[in-house]
C-alpha cells in the first residue's frame, strides 16, 4: 500500500516527465526552424515552418479543439433557437397598442394652485 508521500512524489516525477517531453518538442521545433533559416527560398521556408509548428500544436491541443469546436456548435445551435424565439416576441411586442395610463380627471386637478 502507497502512502500520501509516495503518491505526490510519483505525482511530482510524472509531471516532470511531461516537462521534460514539452521541453524536448521545442527543442526539435526549434531545431527545424533553424535549419529553414538556411533554405535559400524564403517563402518555402516560412511556409513549411508554419506547416510543423501547426502540426506540433495539433498534436499537443488536437482533443482539447475538437471539444471546443463541438461546444460551439452545440451553442450556436442554442443561440439560433434563442433568436427565433427573440425574433418572435419582438414581433408581438411590435404590433401590440400601446396605451398611456393616466389619472382620471378631476374637477380640482391641481393646476390652479401652481398658476
Same mark, same amino acid.
Given at each position: ?10 505525482? %511530482? =516525477? ?31 521556408? #516560412? ?15 488536437? *482533443?482539447?479543439?475538437?471539444? %471546443?469546436?463541438?461546444?460551439?456548435? *452545440? ?7 434563442? #433568436?427565433? =424565439? ?8 411590435? #404590433? ?11 374637477? *380640482? *386637478?391641481?393646476?390652479?394652485? %401652481?398658476?
Amino acid at each position: 500500500m502507497t502512502t500520501e508521500k509516495e503518491v505526490s512524489t510519483l505525482k %511530482l =516525477i510524472k509531471g516532470n516527465i511531461q516537462k521534460t517531453e514539452e521541453l524536448d518538442k521545442a527543442e526539435d521545433s526549434s531545431k527545424f526552424a533553424r535549419r529553414m533559416v538556411h533554405n535559400k527560398d524564403e517563402k518555402t521556408a #516560412n511556409e513549411m515552418i508554419r506547416q510543423q509548428a501547426t502540426h506540433e500544436a495539433d498534436q499537443i491541443f488536437g *482533443d482539447e479543439l475538437t471539444q %471546443l469546436r463541438m461546444e460551439a456548435h *452545440d451553442l450556436d445551435a442554442q443561440s439560433a433557437s434563442s #433568436n427565433v =424565439i427573440l425574433a418572435d416576441l419582438e414581433a408581438r411586442l411590435a #404590433n401590440t397598442c400601446r396605451y398611456i395610463k393616466t389619472a382620471k380627471p378631476t374637477k *380640482d *386637478d391641481g393646476f390652479k394652485n %401652481l398658476l
